[in-house]
């Protein structure tokens, strides 16, 4: 039905979830959106879903929720923004912003967004196409934070000061993955968490 970077929940009942990703034919053909719901709602205990449209065929996941928007915690969003007018997912990002600021949790509160832009420049020796240059791809562990940076000193610096406010009692830490950003993906995308 979908896979881990494709959900994003709060652990309160609350989910978010891109359409063009779970929605689609080459994932759930014949499938329709209640029918997508009711399987998370069932098997994780899900209250209510905010849907982001996301963009189908422009990356490897078909937009991937892992890469717009994550909880922080329940209530607190960390949202991408892809500033660069001429990139596909500039549109696409400003609009689940719109939708997000809007939405509520399963408890009916209104949710927190913190928005995290993406990165203005990114070194030239993986780049390419499908280079995946967001700070929203980060990933939770026990006691730290690991997260990307892509040689954008002030955009960097920026991502790591907000996950340090969105996570404060975690070390955040940030490597270069610009071999795994080069195919598509991000540090999410290459982990799976587990329960302590």
């Known amino acids: 039905?979908?896979?881990?970077?494709?959900?994003?929940?709060d652990g309160e009942g609350t989910a978010i979830i891109t359409?063009?990703?779970?929605?689609?034919?080459?994932?759930?053909?014949?499938?329709?959106?209640?029918?997508?719901?009711?399987?998370?709602?069932?098997?994780?205990?899900?209250?209510?879903?905010?849907?982001?449209?996301?963009i189908a065929g422009k990356d490897i996941?078909?937009?991937?929720?892992?890469?717009?928007?994550?909880?922080?915690?329940?209530?607190?969003?960390?949202?991408?923004?892809?500033?660069?007018?001429?990139?596909y997912d500039h549109a696409v990002t400003k609009r689940h912003l719109e939708i997000l600021k809007t939405a509520t949790d399963a408890?009916?509160?209104?949710?927190?967004?913190?928005?995290?832009?993406?990165?203005?420049?990114?070194?030239?020796?993986?780049?390419?196409k499908e280079f995946a240059a967001g700070y929203i791809n980060f990933y939770v562990c026990n006691g730290a934070v690991i997260a990307p940076e892509f040689g954008d000193r002030k955009s960097d610096r920026n991502s790591r000061d907000i996950l340090k406010d969105l996570f404060p009692n975690r070390e955040i830490i940030q490597l270069d993955i610009d071999g795994i950003a080069a195919g598509g993906g991000g540090i999410h995308c290459t982990t799976q968490q587990q329960p302590v």
């Open 61 to 87: 996941t078909d937009g991937h929720t892992d890469f717009y928007a994550r909880f922080a915690s329940p209530g607190v969003v960390a949202a991408g923004l892809d500033t660069d007018p001429n990139s």
């Open 107 to 128: 408890k009916g509160q209104k949710l927190r967004i913190v928005v995290m832009e993406g990165p203005s420049t990114i070194r030239g020796a993986y780049e390419n």
């Open 19 to 54: 359409e063009s990703c779970v929605l689609n034919a080459n994932r759930n053909p014949g499938v329709s959106k209640a029918q997508c719901e009711a399987e998370p709602h069932r098997l994780l205990g899900l209250e209510k879903i905010i849907w982001l449209p996301g």
């Open 1 to 9: 039905m979908l896979e881990g970077g494709g959900i994003e929940v």
